[in-house]
């Protein structure tokens, strides 16, 4: 039987992802994921340069009251309110879409500029909106995290490619949902294409530290794709994992089945 073996999230885009035990899924994906995103002095987000960054600052957010924790690996931690004011401004979001965000109040600009060396603030994304990269939800089998440490020789935590839904599967499985329904626990979502992988990977999802060069060992064995719907045309990746979209909402918890099923 194929379960949720780990859920991941992250309140700021391309911060330290987390591993709720419980989340909220729905028409958008993970209720309260990449909210926020980091952008610099030309209200312009973080470039390649600027990818992996963050990836070892953790963020902690309790939108009923709205406030936010900042812990960088350097040892800054600093809380406060989270509320967004001001008018809406626009943030190329990788050439895909336009994000309408606005200016949050707060202690941590400081410490996110010092972190990354450049001046970069917070901004949270208007509307209930959210900076997933393409689709909603991202799914990962555990079988296939197996495979690449073998084609790596050492141990990868899943947590590097940063899936919504980690699934307790054989080697690939994910890769033959394409274009099927999958339940997983109240949600029902669409499997569409693989998901092209980028230089994130390379970074411990713990301390931010590059010390692993997972593209090298994907090229070795994994197909290239691009994304879905003509987005970004020419570009294309070596993929692991898939995108899907939310068919039905619901909540996901750690252990609940996961079921391919035929069409209705």
Same mark, same amino acid.
């Given at each position: 039987m194929q379960t949720v073996s780990q859920l991941g999230m992250t309140p700021v885009k391309s911060g330290q992802l987390l591993s709720p035990r419980e989340v909220r899924v729905d028409r958008r994906g993970i209720v309260g994921d990449r909210r926020f995103v980091i952008v610099d002095d030309g209200d312009a987000q973080l470039g390649r340069p600027g990818k992996g960054l963050f990836v070892g600052v953790r963020f902690d957010h309790d939108d009923a009251h709205a406030t936010l924790r900042v812990r960088t690996p350097g040892g800054d931690d600093v809380s406060g309110d989270a509320t967004a004011h001001g008018d809406p401004f626009p943030v190329d979001h990788l050439g895909i879409r336009t994000l309408r965000c606005r200016e949050v109040g707060g202690p941590w600009d400081a410490a996110l500029s010092a972190h990354a060396g450049r001046p970069v603030r917070l901004v949270r994304i208007d509307d209930g909106g959210n900076g997933v990269d393409v689709l909603p939800i991202t799914l990962l089998g555990t079988g296939s995290v197996r495979r690449l440490e073998r084609e790596t020789g050492a141990a990868v935590d899943p947590r590097r490619f940063r899936a919504g839904v980690l699934v307790e599967a054989e080697e690939h499985a994910e890769d033959g949902w394409d274009g099927r329904l999958v339940q997983v626990g109240e949600v029902?979502?669409?499997?569409?294409s693989g998901v092209p992988r980028? %230089?994130?990977?390379?970074?411990?999802?713990?301390?931010?530290?590059?010390?692993?060069? %997972?593209l090298k060992s994907l090229a070795a064995y994994r197909p290239t794709a691009g994304l879905p719907d003509g987005l970004m045309p020419g570009? !294309? !990746?070596?993929?692991l994992s898939v995108y899907a979209q939310v068919e039905t909402a619901g909540r996901i918890r750690v252990g609940?089945? %996961?079921? %391919?099923?035929d069409e209705p």
């Open positions: 029902r979502l669409r499997v569409r980028c %230089v994130v990977t390379s970074f411990d999802p713990v301390t931010g530290v590059r010390d692993l060069n %997972v570009f !294309a !990746a070596m993929t609940d089945e %996961v079921t %391919v099923l």
